[in-house]
């Protein structure tokens, strides 16, 4: 029989809040490196650590929002007044990426760019997406600066455009297939009434011709 403790039989669990100790050998660690001119608090990726990057964010009067990158960026732009959009650019896995918020037209990102581009526009959380079909490179670089969603309504768009293009693609094809056919048709219908009347012209004479002779031998 354990007892009314349930975890008498699996040993002693130590439940003492142990974070003022750890704060306080944390700040006796960074003004320790201090003093020694170290750069740095030496305790990276402890809970004392992570704890003071909260306090500083909260205290940043930072809200919780957009996770992804370009939430991040469109957060630290200036807010565009009416007239006057607030641009900026950067770069990203070697693609330019250009932002631009606007108090009319909302937010827009531009991804890369080809010298022929072909350019979609896609509806997201952060705004309209330019995209150049003809730089799918570009895009996939930059994928990870949007949230899952953003990234799922985009491939859906690409898959949509692209289906759309091939759809009318097939139907240009077969109007022109049609057009080749019905003017190929029209010139076989000319060239058998050409056909025709040759044939008639040539029997008139042939039908005159004997006439003519018939009356010949006639008198004769």
């Not at 050998?25 to 201090?34: C, E, G, K, L, M």
């Not at 091939?166 to 010139?187: C, P, Y």
């Not at 029997?203 to 006639?218: L, P, T, Y």
């Amino acid at each position: 029989m354990i007892g009314n403790n349930p975890f008498k039989g699996y040993g002693y669990i130590d439940t003492t809040n142990h974070t003022a100790a750890q704060i306080k050998q944390y700040a006796d660690t960074v003004t320790f490196r201090q003093k020694a001119g170290l750069k740095g608090d030496g305790s990276e990726g402890s809970f004392a650590s992570k704890l003071k990057k909260a306090d500083e964010y909260l205290a940043s009067g930072e809200t919780c929002g957009a996770t992804d990158s370009i939430g991040i960026m469109l957060r630290r732009m200036d807010e565009p007044t009416a007239g006057n959009p607030v641009s900026e650019n950067f770069w990203h896995n070697g693609v330019c990426v250009s932002i631009t918020k606007d108090t009319m037209y909302g937010n827009t990102i531009t991804i890369g760019g080809s010298s022929n581009p072909d350019w979609i526009h896609v509806s997201t959380s952060v705004g309209t997406v330019n995209i150049d079909l003809n730089d799918m490179t570009s895009l996939m670089k930059c994928l990870d600066l949007f949230s899952p969603e953003d990234v799922n309504t985009i491939m859906r768009k690409i898959t949509e455009v692209r289906q759309a293009k091939g759809a009318k693609s097939q139907i240009d094809n077969l109007d022109e297939e049609l057009i080749k056919n019905d003017r190929d048709g029209n010139d076989r219908k000319e060239n058998d009434q050409s056909v025709e009347e040759a044939v008639g012209v040539i029997s008139a004479e042939e039908q005159k011709h004997i006439e003519e002779n018939r009356g010949k031998k006639f008198i004769g």
